[in-house]
């Protein structure tokens, strides 16, 4: 059964930072190019960031500079550090893992991060 779990979300003041992770079971983590997506309300649900399983990087243009994508692939765990908060950055959160090979796609449930002004 595959399970990807979100947490670390929160309600956080602006400019502070919070850390998100994703801990995956039941895929082969290594060879998954795993990425964090948000939805705020009322929008549709964005890119934020993706790793692959060599470990290159991608990030939205509004997270650039604030937020870092890393992969733990002894842990089967990803994260999001997020530095520098802002209101709009409000949204819930989640993860997706794409098989390298196959592109099976799974999600996560989510974790909600509030940024207050």
């Known amino acids: 059964q595959v399970q990807l779990v979100e947490s670390g979300g929160g309600l956080v003041q602006a400019g502070g930072s919070l850390r998100l992770s994703c801990a995956a079971s039941?895929?082969?983590?290594?060879?998954?190019?795993m990425g964090w997506y948000r939805q705020a309300p009322g929008k549709q649900r964005e890119l934020v960031a993706t790793?692959?399983?060599?470990?290159?990087?991608n990030y939205a243009d509004s997270v650039k500079g604030r937020f870092t994508i890393s992969r733990d692939n002894a842990k089967n765990t990803v994260y999001l550090q997020m530095d520098s908060l802002k209101p709009e950055d409000t949204a819930v959160y989640f993860c997706?893992?794409?098989?390298?090979?196959?592109?099976?796609?799974?999600w996560g449930k989510g974790t909600l991060v509030t940024v207050s002004s």
């Open positions: 039941g895929i082969p983590f290594s060879i998954n190019v």
């Open positions: 790793i692959t399983s060599g470990g290159n990087t």
């Open positions: 997706k893992s794409r098989h390298q090979y196959y592109g099976i796609e799974y």
